[in-house]
């Protein structure tokens, strides 16, 4: 054990002004101790629907799409949650006297353990490519951990000298940590919650430009459920997505994280070639744990290189395609119920096309549900938005429609958050082929689209 090390950590831990300050400060002093590829501090928030959630409140060094899907789990999903509980399963060797997980061979455990035996295990330490993995408990006052400190590295053995001294830094900052303000971790929860649903920056994808824009909570108590993704395929196409998981606070929010990350899991496990399958496989994966009577509504497109756009939609508000003059049609879609336990009912899609110029938009019922004096913004408004500047910018048009309809919404009035999503082919992809999208019209498939003039 490194006394020496403990001591300077955890007096850097102590003179920190804040609890963000204190939280990024042991975060990059134990990777700088031990020279780790990547590291995060998850610290828990109970909730009263749920086992409770984990969010990374610092990370470090690992990669976007992981960041997206690891950044808030539950507290009884994989490694992080259990000893984020408490719970490590002494038949396990990679299970310390300590409550740490620890190994040096990461990519062997799902050879030589049975899933079954394992649990819940989301493996995306192993899919992305780390050999060695320590979780190290937080401890609080009272003896139980009130988080964690995750650190994964590509070489084999990595921690093996430093486990000790890691578990103690674990015992004795946990109670620095927790004597912070409690709207200070709040804040801190607030931030990686959002990373998790609403990242500020969206990832570029080929052939297709992308802006969004969000309404964001100020409290942990008004955190909704509205979530986005972005995910690129590998034949070159593009999934989009925009859901809402009904609710406010932590859980709406982790539930949505949990619906986006099964949704992307289906996506990819599909090659998003078949949305209704991907409808099925993700609500298959969320029964478990959604709620008694909980749902979550979603709005899903698949964009082709060749311009064709293939789109569902579940309980959700459907997508618009705005055109170049400053009209905007509603693409006509079957109907189907939200993501939930309703039932044995299958979902369906349909297909049209993206032309050069056109604009895709998804929303969440924010936008339109904004109400005053008895009316709704509603699609309407939307087209008023954009017949009033037809060629502006993808990310002034989500950013100015998610500020017109809270400017339309009556003061005083209970709100909801609000989320834009807008996508139109790159210029690069309107040449060849595809141009002829143009002007030929592809069919829906009742073979017309409802417009708004």
């Not at 990777?31 to 109970?46: I, N, P, W, Y």
Request: hydrophobic share 40%; charged share 25%; net charge negative.
């Amino acid at each position: 054990m490194d006394d020496e090390a403990i001591r300077r950590i955890l007096e850097q831990v102590r003179s920190a002004s804040t609890f963000s300050e204190a939280a990024e400060r042991l975060t990059d002093a134990v990777r700088d101790l031990t020279g780790c590829e990547a590291a995060m501090l998850r610290f828990r928030v109970d909730d009263s629907l749920t086992a409770g959630w984990a969010p990374a409140i610092v990370e470090r060094g690992f990669g976007c799409r992981f960041l997206r899907d690891e950044i808030l789990i539950g507290q009884e999903e994989c490694m992080c949650g259990r000893i984020c509980r408490g719970r490590p399963d002494p038949d396990f060797p990679f299970f310390t006297p300590g409550g740490s997980f620890a190994w040096g061979d990461v990519q062997t455990i799902g050879r030589d353990y049975p899933v079954e035996a394992l649990g819940d295990i989301r493996g995306r330490c192993i899919q992305e490519g780390f050999e060695s993995v320590v979780i190290v408990p937080l401890v609080g006052r009272e003896g139980s951990p009130i988080g964690c400190l995750h650190l994964a590295d590509f070489a084999h053995g990595k921690f093996t000298d430093y486990l000790d001294t890691l578990e103690e830094l674990g015992r004795l900052s946990g109670p620095l940590l927790e004597c912070f303000p409690a709207e200070q971790r709040e804040t801190s929860v607030i931030k990686a919650v959002e990373t998790a649903l609403l990242p500020g920056e969206v990832e570029k994808v080929e052939g297709l430009d992308v802006a969004v824009s969000f309404t964001s909570a100020t409290e942990a108590a008004r955190l909704g459920g509205d979530f986005y993704d972005v995910i690129e395929l590998e034949d070159g196409g593009t999934i989009l997505v925009v859901g809402d998981y009904a609710g406010k606070g932590i859980g709406a929010a982790g539930m949505a994280a949990r619906a986006r990350y099964a949704i992307a899991a289906a996506a990819t496990a599909c090659g998003g070639r078949d949305l209704d399958a991907v409808l099925t496989t993700a609500e298959a994966a969320l029964l478990g744990s959604l709620p008694r009577g909980a749902f979550v509504t979603v709005a899903v497109c698949r964009y082709s290189p060749d311009g064709r756009l293939e789109a569902a939609v579940a309980g959700h508000p459907v997508p618009l395609l705005l055109e170049p003059g400053g009209d905007a049609e509603e693409i006509a879609l079957p109907a189907n119920r939200p993501v939930g336990d309703f039932g044995e009912a299958c979902f369906q899609s349909g297909s049209t096309g993206l032309p050069p110029d056109h604009t895709l938009l998804l929303y969440t019922d924010g936008i339109v549900e904004s109400r005053r004096e008895g009316r709704f913004f509603g699609v309407e408004g939307i087209v008023e938005h954009w017949r009033a500047a037809p060629d502006r910018g993808l990310g002034d048009l989500a950013a100015g429609l998610c500020r017109q309809s809270a400017e339309f919404h009556e003061k005083g009035r209970p709100g909801d958050d609000r989320l834009v999503l807008a996508a139109r082919p790159a210029p690069m992809a309107r040449t060849g082929d595809r141009s002829r999208l143009g002007t030929e019209r592809l069919p829906t498939p009742s073979g017309r689209s409802r417009r708004s003039r």
